[in-house]
Nanobody, 121 residues
Framework: VQLQASGGGVVQAGDSLRLSCAAS????????MGWFRRAPGKDREFVAA????????MYADSVRGRFTVSKDSAKNTVYLQMNSVKPDDTAVYYC???????????????WGQGTEVTVSS
């Protein structure tokens, strides 16, 4: 499946932003759709994930309670709603797929091009 993330931009601390990950190709029910981010000078890290079949979700501690992952099956799209953003959320955000219920970058494939989010204080 080919994935394309979009929706990034420049926002102020405390604002909200919604990222989209559009898939061209089939998203199998067994897939786990993940969101990751890479901040300047840091490694790529797990943000959130959703199992496509049952919408079970998991989040990184740093975003739990502020970010929400959801899907629109008709549009073959996964979303990351980002609320109460902080400067530490500044990063390039990526979506990817996995067949494992995992937070590990190595378990994911079909990485899309990222979308950049900049949060100013």
């Amino acid at each position: 499946v080919q994935l394309q993330a979009s929706g990034g931009g420049v926002v102020q601390a405390g604002d909200s932003l919604r990222l989209s990950c559009a898939a061209s190709g089939r998203i199998y029910s067994s897939y786990v759709m993940g969101w990751f981010r890479r901040a300047p000078g840091k490694d790529r890290e797990f943000v959130a994930a959703m199992r496509w079949s049952n919408t079970r979700t998991m989040y990184a501690d740093s975003v739990r309670g502020r970010f929400t992952v959801s899907k629109d099956s008709a549009k073959n799209t996964v979303y990351l709603q980002m609320n109460s953003v902080k400067p530490d959320d500044t990063a390039v955000y990526y979506c990817a797929a996995s067949i494992q219920w995992s937070r590990q970058t190595s378990e994911y494939f079909d990485w899309g091009q990222g979308t950049e989010v900049t949060v100013s204080s």
